[in-house]
């Protein structure tokens, strides 16, 4: 088992920045690989960002390509997400998702443990 506790989130103007952070505990040595998933109002959870764990390999969505960056810390067991020049659009809950499975893909189904989210609000 895997435990994934978020944090980091919060209210924001267009253009501003907010870090989040996922902090992972358990067996975390059987993690290949970290995402953070978003989800708005009404709409499907969707792939954001994605970080292997040994290899550091990054994987991201078209939509916050240039703006987001994912890293992670493995001293500390946990994931970052730097959002820069934020936009309404982003407004929506974070989850961070942990994989045990070699592989990155960016959809739900491939991800084996979940965090309980933490929401990020961007205001025009």
């Known amino acids: 088992q895997v435990q994934l506790v978020e944090s980091g989130g919060g209210l924001v103007q267009a253009g501003g920045s907010l870090r989040l952070s996922c902090a992972a505990s358990g067996r975390t040595l059987s993690t290949y690989a970290m995402a953070w998933f978003r989800q708005a109002p009404g709409k499907e959870r969707e792939f954001v960002a994605a970080i292997g764990r040994t290899d550091g390999s990054t994987y991201y969505a078209d939509s916050v390509k240039g703006r987001f960056t994912i890293s992670r810390d493995n001293a500390r067991n946990t994931v970052f997400l730097q959002m820069n020049s934020l936009k309404p659009d982003d407004t929506a809950v974070y989850y961070c998702?942990?994989?045990?499975?070699?592989?990155?893909?960016?959809?739900?189904?491939?991800?084996?443990?979940w965090g309980q989210g933490t929401q990020v609000t961007v205001s025009s």
């Open positions: 998702a942990d994989r045990s499975r070699t592989g990155i893909f960016p959809k739900t189904s491939a991800y084996d443990y």
